[in-house]
């Protein structure tokens, strides 16, 4: 195979770098922008290239030693090779050029983190260990450097063989209050206290075979209520996790999502909050209530809207004395069937705090922003793209970016979160 002398030009999404050959695209894994490199295509496509480093012809002086030793074939990090401060500010370009290219100036980005090191209390183990990088075999380890020390406790004195089969979440952390013990197939008899292992749910053929009027009637069984239970939920409650949250209890199914970092999450929450206050505030999107637990100490009555009725049910546990009401709908029927009533018999919202998923706002939900003006929005992301789409909405509807923040949840990864600050102000 041919080789080319290549100059690394910005990181992209994703933390290849982009370098041009012949005109065409090519993106590099590995490298860091302004490096001097010789490299050779592995695969072309129509519009670009992908290519491997050969040799490092000029290091950046931002290129350190990676510290794990399964870096580059673990299928987790991708940027342990560059010095800590310098991969924030790489994270901190992409987001930016994202708003940018959808036309939104940006403020001064600022940066919430925490520990590099240590931080991830949220693992997926198969059978026992990591995927390997673009593969489906299973790198085993003993210790993983960016996961918390209850985690590697686990890990060190489990055994593989006595880890359990299949796919699994595992959540550790000081702040774990649950008392768990970890069966003795899999952990030889410890307690570890501080660490969840999921049961895993098994779909079976039934699950995923069931259409017709049985899913009909089994999705009205599930609807939920207002400030109702869902009767026929799948949880287990096994698979409770309860955490202590910058002074809050919040309890969530570890099957399902939680923030890995809890660091990062208690200084997100922070900000969140920051300035915040009033009579009534929307959490679209809510979860199982994490940032509704804190809204409601600042806000008269809190709306939660959640489609997931797993996570909604541990809204309702969390919000437990709280003036609330929660809402078991995709925020697109919220909207449809209940958005105006609320807002007829409470007043229109003080603000506004949204946490969608990847794919950003429903369409729905972003027009109804754009047109019902709420003074304060709060608008935090995993995906800096979707988030730039639906802040130029918003921002052509009238609304003012005045806060931008890299939310640095996952240290010596691409992965990118974001939290905005919109503003209406009535002329």
């Avoid at 100036?105 to 090191?117: F, L, R, T």
């Avoid at 919040?250 to 970092?261: C, E, L």
């Avoid at 995993?382 to 005045?402: E, Q």
């Amino acid at each position: 195979m041919s080789t080319y002398t290549i100059i690394a030009e910005k990181m992209v999404a994703g933390g290849d770098c982009l370098a041009k050959i012949n005109g065409k695209n090519v993106f590099i894994p590995y490298a860091i922008p302004g490096e001097k490199l010789e490299v050779e295509i592995t695969k072309s496509f129509r519009d670009y290239d992908t290519a491997k480093i050969i040799k490092i012809l000029e290091p950046s002086s931002h290129r350190v030693e990676p510290f794990c030793p399964l870096y580059g074939k673990c299928g987790g990090c991708n940027l342990q090779h560059i010095d800590s401060d310098y991969q924030k500010e790489l994270r901190k370009e992409i987001l930016r050029d994202c708003f940018e290219r959808e036309g939104i100036p940006c403020p001064e980005i600022q940066v919430v983190s925490g520990s590099d090191k240590a931080y991830r209390g949220r693992i997926q183990l198969t059978d026992g260990g990591f995927n390997e990088k673009e593969s489906n075999s299973i790198v085993q380890l003993t210790n993983c450097p960016i996961a918390t020390a209850e985690i590697n406790n686990y890990l060190a004195e489990t055994d593989q063989k006595f880890r359990p089969k299949g796919r699994v979440h595992i959540f550790g952390d000081e702040r774990v209050q649950t008392a768990s013990l970890v069966s003795k197939k899999q952990n030889k008899n410890e307690n570890y206290s501080k660490v969840i292992i999921a049961e895993e749910t098994q779909r079976t053929s039934r699950d995923i075979k069931l259409q017709g009027k049985a899913s009909q009637k089994r999705k009205q069984r599930l609807h939920l209520q207002k400030n109702t239970y869902f009767a026929g939920t799948t949880l287990n409650q096994n698979n409770k996790c309860t955490i202590n949250l910058a002074g809050k209890k919040i309890d969530f199914d570890v099957q399902g999502f939680f923030q890995s970092n809890l660091e990062v999450l208690e200084k997100t929450i922070a900000e969140v909050m920051r300035n915040m206050g009033g009579k009534n505030v929307l959490d679209m999107y809510s979860g199982c209530g994490t940032f509704s637990v804190f809204l409601a100490d600042i806000f008269e009555k809190v709306f939660l809207v959640e489609h997931n009725r797993d996570a909604i049910v541990f809204a309702e546990t969390n919000l437990a004395g709280t003036k609330h009401e929660s809402y078991g709908q995709s925020g697109e029927k919220w909207v449809q069937e209940n958005a105006q009533n609320i807002i007829a018999n409470n007043g229109n919202f003080d603000a506004v705090v949204i946490d969608p998923p990847r794919s950003g706002m429903e369409k729905a939900v972003c027009q109804w922003l754009c047109r019902n003006k709420v003074s304060q929005i709060r608008s935090v992301s995993c995906n800096p793209s979707t988030h730039a789409r639906d802040a130029h909405f918003l921002v052509k509807s009238g609304y003012n970016l005045t806060k931008l923040y890299l939310l640095d949840f996952y240290p010596h990864t691409a992965h990118i979160e974001s939290l905005a600050n919109f503003e209406y102000v009535e002329d």
